[in-house]
């Protein structure tokens, strides 16, 4: 070897290396592939190990190295997917600039409060090639690519066809029904509440995130709500297991996903299991035809065949669509209903917190932190859906069906104006310093703009609800063995060490094997065995 070359390092291509792997698939031996192309066995060896990397790469001719995805870009874009879903929930669409800026200024942020990683900023342009590689990694559709602005002329000319529409297939007010999904920040207080202040002041803790989606539904008289779907990222918290809650009895339905978010599979659930069968009833009990028609937003469910997918039981609800970017101006949940329904909740709340440190030594920050939980929600959630008036859901239909609409109803925007006072004389009576404007505040905020920390928070929220799940359900496996089960299993294994220990000739291996088995498996259970046995001697004394 050439003195000048001594200790240089030889780097392949990319192009080279695909070759290799190509050729050891055709049945070219490692050995063979080091001889022609001049390299260690050893170096071939690394290349196969890799080798799904290195085959889906899509480089130029000649690039040397695989361009690898940092931590923060992995970061960014898990943070990015939650802020699209959020912007859905609000009834929003982003197009691909937008989406592509928040990337930007998401990773912008995470390379600021990442030490060393200042050089990242230059390397991600969010570029046309990443945002078709993030939509492929993250399943996101086309639709996120529309115009984003309120779609003024869309909507004026949907009301017209809409009140066609209705006319020409005779739909009653009371066959006519709304649905829309919503966030709720569940745990939250009003920003400016020492608690709130005491939360973002604490070393190490985060203020409380936690978030879940409602769907919720009504038809045009208002004398119909229908059962909530709740997404929540805990399939089974720690609070129904303690309290042997029944889902299925619950007065929402409840479903589970990582982003806390409604998919088409759920809605479809959600239409068979709960509104098909419910609305059936009530229009029999109204002695009304069978049909009646949903309308919805797009951006809920996709739109292609969703009418194809009801069950034949089902085929008398007609589905139709909002044009896109009209919910905020036409969707009737969008006209105060919700605002209502989160006003109504913040109410709940306040008076169940009230409650409790009046007849209780536990003071507001102790009951808030430590008890208030998922249950608890559940209770007001159904509480304020129960008391969003009749008036009200028929004031929603004023902008896309005025004809319908009586003139008492249009007064229910007033009943807003004391729900807010009563939210605020609680909170100032348990010593909250907070105003009017406090309280709206906090429901806009159910469907604001998130920093990048609170991206983080909820994704953090939603790791530790899913560890401790899974803890949770390991945990219940364990103590679900019975203990006379554990006792027959020692019995048995101990004629079977010692049937191996007599008939087996070689002795060391056979003690090393049982060791090593009685130290990693079986002491497993005789720990089990161990507390169940201090568990049965606390309880006689």
């Not at 109410?347 to 008890?371: I, M």
């Not at 609800?465 to 496996?477: I, K, L, R």
């Amino acid at each position: 070897m050439d003195k000048s070359s001594k200790g240089k390092r030889t780097v392949i291509t990319v192009e080279v290396k695909k070759q290799i792997i190509s050729k050891h698939e055709s049945g070219v031996r490692v050995s063979d592939l080091a001889m022609q192309f001049g390299m260690a066995k050893s170096t071939i060896c690394s290349m196969l190990k890799n080798k799904d990397a290195i085959k889906g790469a899509s480089v130029a001719k000649g690039v040397k190295t695989l361009k690898q995805r940092t931590q923060t870009m992995e970061e960014m874009e898990k943070l990015l997917l939650i802020w699209i879903t959020e912007k859905q929930l609000a009834g929003e669409r982003i197009t691909e600039s937008i989406i592509c800026e928040k990337a930007l200024h998401l990773h912008a942020q995470l390379v600021a409060n990442t030490p060393g990683a200042s050089a990242e900023i230059e390397s991600f342009k969010a570029s046309r090639g990443w945002f078709e590689k993030f939509k492929k990694r993250s399943g996101i559709h086309g639709k996120h690519a529309e115009a984003a602005s309120a779609n003024k002329l869309g909507a004026d000319q949907f009301v017209l066809e809409f009140k066609d529409y209705v006319v020409s297939l005779g739909f009653a007010p009371q066959q006519v029904f709304n649905c829309h999904e919503t966030g709720l920040f569940w745990k939250r207080m009003p920003r400016n509440t020492y608690i709130t202040k005491d939360e973002k002041a604490l070393p190490g803790h985060k203020p409380m995130k936690d978030r879940l989606t409602l769907l919720l539904c009504a038809n045009a008289s208002g004398d119909f709500k229908s059962k909530p779907l709740l997404v929540y990222h805990s399939e089974n918290p720690r609070i129904f297991k303690k309290n042997n809650v029944i889902k299925s009895k619950l007065h929402v339905m409840w479903r589970a996903n990582s982003k806390a978010r409604v998919t088409r599979q759920f809605f479809i659930e959600w239409v068979h299991e709960v509104f098909g069968p419910s609305v059936k009833k009530y229009l029999q009990d109204k002695n009304l035809p069978i049909k009646c028609l949903l309308l919805m937003d797009d951006a809920l469910s996709d739109p292609p065949g969703l009418q194809d997918e009801l069950m034949e039981e089902f085929a008398f609800i007609s589905v139709k669509f909002l044009p896109p970017n009209t919910a905020s101006l036409i969707q009737p949940m969008d006209q105060q209903v919700i605002s209502n329904f989160k006003k109504l909740y913040t109410k709940a709340v306040f008076q169940r917190c009230f409650e409790v440190t009046s007849d209780t030594e536990l003071t507001l920050k102790e009951f808030w932190k430590n008890h208030f939980n998922i249950l608890h929600c559940l209770h007001m959630i159904d509480k304020a859906w129960r008391d969003v008036s009749q008036k009200t859901l028929q004031a929603a239909w004023k902008k896309l069906w005025p004809d319908v609409v009586p003139e008492h109803a249009t007064e229910a925007v007033e009943e807003d104006v004391p729900l807010v006072e009563d939210i605020v004389f609680l909170g100032n009576s348990m010593g909250l310093e907070m105003s009017g404007a406090d309280v709206e505040e906090l429901v806009e905020e159910h469907g604001a703009e998130l920093t990048a920390e609170e991206l983080q928070n909820i994704l953090l929220e939603q790791q530790k609800a899913a560890a401790e799940e899974m803890s949770s359900e390991e945990e219940e496996s364990r103590e679900s063995v019975p203990t006379a089960k554990i006792k027959e299993m020692f019995a048995k294994w101990a004629e079977m060490q010692a049937f191996v220990e007599k008939y087996h000739p070689d002795k060391a291996a056979v003690s090393h094997a049982t060791n090593t088995f009685n130290d990693f498996a079986m002491s497993h259970f005789r720990q089990i065995l161990k507390l169940r046995q201090k568990s049965q001697v606390k309880l006689f004394w």
